[in-house]
T-cell receptor, first 112, second 120 residues
Framework: SQKIEQNSEALNIQEGKTATLTCNYT??????LQWYRQDPGRGPVFLLL?????KEKRKERLKVTFDTTLKQSLFHITASQPADSATYLC???????????FGTGTKLQVIP | SQTIHQWPATLVQPVGSPLSLECTVE??????LYWYRQAAGRGLQLLFY??????ISSEVPQNLSASRPQDRQFILSSKKLLLSDSGFYLC???????????????????FGPGTRLTVL
């Protein structure tokens, strides 16, 4: 069955450092992968989408890589700030009329 | 701009009682609509999705049902709630591409503020 794995343990990082979150998947051939941010008690907010034929995507301090051979995506936040503290979810989709499958998320804590 | 509304924000219901959660989208037409549930410490579980009025696809067999009586309205219901129905319910929409709103969506989902349901 399809499986998406994100590190269930919280990631603590010092302010100013680069945070790297991992999303691994099995039994899946996604057409695209997305990253969302979720704050406590709120709905997820879309951050970035990367398609299967793209290796890397950037948006301001965010960078996403997508390796379909390794079946892995890495999500980087450079110059991390306490305001970046949240849970980050990856989601995979196959295209067509849309059903995306979400990972369980990784909680990031940026320490001042 | 587009906005998505959900209500109520919080709800406490006894076991066996009915449920009705409503979601409406403004500023777009013919969206794909979704209901998710997020249990404590768990990921988002897709419950239902809809590509148009009256078109509902169920992802998980359960005592919940969904309806889409209007283009931008999505309702989640239950006749009798179970303890296991407790969780954070999220509605989301995604746009469709192409002429007259047909064709695959842009794949980005926009979530509402959620409803926190506690079944006692």
């Amino acid at each position: 069955s399809q499986k998406i794995e994100q590190n269930s343990e919280a990631l603590n990082i010092q302010e100013g450092k680069t945070a790297t979150l991992t999303c691994n998947y099995t039994n899946y051939s996604p057409a695209y992968l997305q990253w969302y941010r979720q704050d406590p008690g709120r709905g997820p907010v879309f951050l970035l989408l990367i398609r299967e034929n793209e290796k890397e995507k950037r948006k301001e301090r965010l960078k996403v890589t997508f390796d379909t051979t390794l079946k892995q995506s890495l999500f980087h936040i450079t110059a991390s700030q306490p305001a970046d503290s949240a849970t980050y979810l990856c989601a995979l989709g196959s295209g067509g009329y849309q059903k995306v499958t979400f990972g369980t998320g990784t909680k990031l804590q940026v320490i001042p | 701009s587009q906005t998505i509304h959900q209500w109520p924000a919080t709800l406490v219901q006894p076991v066996g009682s009915p449920l009705s959660l409503e979601c409406t989208v403004e500023g777009t037409s013919n969206p794909n609509l979704y209901w998710y549930r997020q249990a404590a410490g768990r990921g988002l579980q897709l419950l239902f999705y809809s590509v148009g009025i009256g078109q509902i696809s169920s992802e998980v067999p359960q005592n919940l049902s969904a309806s889409r009586p209007q283009d931008r309205q999505f309702i989640l219901s239950s006749k009798k709630l179970l303890l296991s129905d407790s969780g954070f319910y999220l509605c989301a929409w995604s746009p469709k591409q192409g002429l007259a709103g047909q064709g695959p969506s842009t794949d980005t989902q926009y979530f509402g503020p959620g409803t926190r349901l506690t079944v006692l």
